[in-house]
């Protein structure tokens, strides 16, 4: 992979989003390679538990600037296929039928918000930030509205949506945004310790349990 990096141990697999240098941003690179990560760890029965987690300072910084603005000269097919790659990249993580935790060890902005919202698990490092900037940009945030309006709800997230404000873990917690909020140093430690808790569970069961939140509000 050009832009993700990974390490399995002990039937867990932690994928690092490893473009530090532009802050984990996604782009016409890296979507395709999530995806197939994604399909890889659904086919092969050794994997249990998917963590996944910012290579540097930030965990993402959304869509790529630079990507964004060559869209502006995409036809609307071209716009359309980039959007339904982002959508897809959630949808696979949303309804994996694998645990998917995410430990969130810096920024997370825009579009990298939506690995908040897909996946099970969310701890974040008490250095993470997060905003839903995209209002600032002119755009939307919509391919990821789906998963954080199921997590936390309209009530709060009216106010992130337009207003694109940044918060921190502590005000994430509070809005139940994410489940446990810890220090810097203890965050992969405590991901790990998590993934395995998860691993003695039974995986089919783990499957339609995850599937239910699929099934069961529609």
């Not at 810890?182 to 569970?201: T, Y």
């Amino acid at each position: 992979y050009q832009t993700l990096k990974y390490e399995i141990k002990e039937r867990i697999i932690t994928v690092w989003l490893n473009r530090p240098k532009v802050h984990n941003a996604f782009n016409a690179t890296m979507l395709p390679e999530l995806v197939d990560i994604l399909d890889t760890v659904e086919q092969n029965d050794d994997i249990r538990v998917v963590i996944f987690t910012g290579e540097g300072k930030s965990f993402s910084a959304g869509a790529d600037l630079n990507w964004m603005k060559a869209m502006v000269k995409f036809s609307y097919e071209e716009n359309l296929e980039d959007a339904l790659w982002i959508s897809k990249v959630f949808h696979k993580i949303y309804t994996l039928k694998k645990p998917v935790i995410a430990a969130i060890n810096g920024a997370t902005i825009g579009g990298g918000m939506g690995f908040v919202g897909a996946s099970d698990i969310v701890i974040a490092s008490d250095k993470a930030r997060f905003t839903l900037s995209e209002v600032r940009l002119g755009v939307v945030p919509a391919c990821i509205s789906p998963y954080l309006i199921k997590k936390v709800g309209e009530g709060v997230l009216k106010e992130l949506f337009i207003t694109g404000m940044r918060f921190d873990a502590q005000k994430a917690m509070d809005i139940r945004l994410i489940n446990y909020s810890v220090d810097h140093d203890d965050l992969l430690p405590f991901a790990f310790e998590k993934a395995k808790a998860l691993c003695a569970a039974g995986p089919e069961a783990i499957a339609v349990c995850k599937q239910l939140f699929v099934d069961v509000p529609e």
